[in-house]
């Protein structure tokens, strides 16, 4: 049997009722169901204000019916045994263990069942605070709910940085003088885990995530936006992205309106100020200015850069340097 967290036992039980309110308290509501074998479930968890991460197994075949959380996703990873799992009826996923995992989402109803052996590590992680991620990672505002693929596959790459990472995370979160003693880089590799999720994941915005979207949907303009992207640190104008783009100033802002619904200049603006956001919500709030980073990313009216900040992200920057 698997040893994570073991400094932040939840339960240790024999009881199907008694394993049955554990897994509520840390996780969601559900209905809970065992074959004949004996219970012998073991459940430590750490908790944080966004995300949860456990070390659960019952070692019994036992079934979970959970209904929509409306304000969480969970993730199942399986470590050894296996898992079937249905969602809404309509989807279905086999997974054999450190191969496969499982996505609930916070609108659809699941139903997994797990074999005797099974052992998991699982996140539960808020919607407010898996969307704000996505959001930082994209640049604009996520309004929907991720629609995860009901399967996860930890054999892909991506899939495997996923594993090893939960893993990780796990191993610090367990270790005397490890991250549960540093929350500045506990929210760094959180954050971290967070991005390995979204691209191990398939959804509806991984196309825009992994740039397979903004290629088809951007033609001739790709490689501007990949420049602004990699230099916003620069100095950029509409006469050194036309360069770029091999056209001419006119046509370069015809095709930003035309593509992006916005001028060259603003849509460096909006880059400039997700490298902002991206950087205060990294930074340490005792050791780092709001006036220092802007600077950095080319915004020298504090005011200004305040307003268009909360214009797009709907907070202050002191707002986001504090989280």
Known sequence: MGDY????????????????EAVTSVYLPHRLEGGSDVLDMRLNAVTDRHLTLGYLTYQAETELWMPPTDVCYHVNLDLVGETWASRGGRSSAHTRPRRGGTVLTPDVQTTVRWSH??????LKISRAGLESHL???????????????????????????????????????????????SPLARRQLESYVLTQLLLAGRHQYTDDLTGRGDRARLGRLAPVVRHIEEHAHEALTPEVLARVGCVSVRTLHA????????????????????KVRAELLASDPLETRVTDV?????FFHQSRFAQQYRAQFDELPSATLQR
Request: charged share 25%; proline share 4%; net charge negative.
């Open 255 to 274: 095709a930003f309106q035309e593509q992006l619904g916005e001028s060259p200049m603003a849509h460096v603006r909006r880059v400039r100020l997700a």
């Open 117 to 122: 052996d099974a052992e998991q590590l699982i």
């Open 5 to 20: 967290l073991t400094s932040a036992p939840v339960v240790h039980t024999t009881s199907f009722e008694e394993a049955r």
């Open 294 to 298: 802007a600077t950095r990313w080319g």
């Open 135 to 181: 959001a930082d990672l994209l640049g604009r505002p996520v309004v929907d709910v991720v629609a995860f693929d009901l399967f996860l596959d930890l054999e892909s790459a991506a899939g495997q940085s996923l594993l090893r990472s939960v893993q990780f995370l796990a191993t610090e979160l367990d270790r005397p003088g490890g991250l549960a003693d």
